[in-house]
């Protein structure tokens, strides 16, 4: 039985989930709305404040999906509640970002500022400079458009220049040695 799939996700208070006919759940909270079709393999219940998915039997592909189905909507739930955050760091002399409006602008030290238009529900916040906030209720959504702006520029392994996650360690390799 899988770990992650047999465990029921708690629904908070102010939060609506509906699922309609082809397990089409639509999660309602403070925060806003997620709606998503999940595999119609899974049986997905609303029993009170709980919602329990289950499988039909122990194919190989029905195991896989079960925990992935319940990870997806206990996203949705948290996403709507309390929201996601991700926290991005810039390291580098002349390196930067600004925020005009939608529209992220961030020099790094190329020949060229790079400018990058928030996508549609996601809200991208800057703070003195070198902190990139990136927060949302879609957790996908989220991590992707983190990952873009890291993408830009990665943090190399000699001087830590670079844009990274805030909790992420680079391991530091050693320059070539001197006189």
């Given at each position: 039985m899988s770990r992650i799939g047999k465990m029921p996700i708690a629904v908070p208070a102010g939060v609506t989930v509906d699922i309609a006919e082809n397990n089409k759940v639509t999660v309602k909270g403070p925060k806003g709305t997620l709606e998503r079709t999940l595999p119609a393999e899974m049986t997905i219940k609303l029993e009170g404040a709980e919602i329990i998915v289950?499988?039909?039997?122990?194919?190989?592909?029905?195991?896989?999906?079960?925990?992935?189905?319940?990870?997806?909507?206990?996203?949705?739930?948290?996403?709507?509640?309390?929201?996601?955050?991700?926290?991005?760091?810039?390291?580098?002399?002349?390196?930067?970002?600004?925020?005009?409006?939608?529209?992220?602008?961030?020099?790094?030290?190329?020949?060229?500022?790079?400018?990058?238009?928030?996508?549609?529900?996601?809200?991208v916040a800057v703070e003195d400079n070198n902190k990139i906030v990136v927060s949302g209720?879609?957790?996908?959504?989220?991590?992707?458009?983190a990952a873009e702006i890291r993408g830009k520029r990665g943090p190399e392994p000699y001087k830590g220049k670079g844009i990274k996650y805030s909790d992420e360690h680079i391991r530091r390799k050693v320059g070539k040695a001197g006189k």
């Open positions: 289950t499988r039909p039997n122990d194919l190989k592909r029905n195991k896989a999906l079960h925990g992935l189905t319940r990870s997806l909507i206990n996203n949705m739930v948290i996403g709507v509640s309390e929201g996601y955050k991700k926290i991005l760091e810039i390291n580098g002399v002349g390196y930067r970002a600004a925020k005009q409006g939608k529209v992220l602008n961030l020099t790094l030290g190329y020949s060229h500022p790079i400018e990058m238009t928030d996508p549609e529900g996601i809200e209720i879609d957790k996908e959504k989220v991590g992707q458009y």
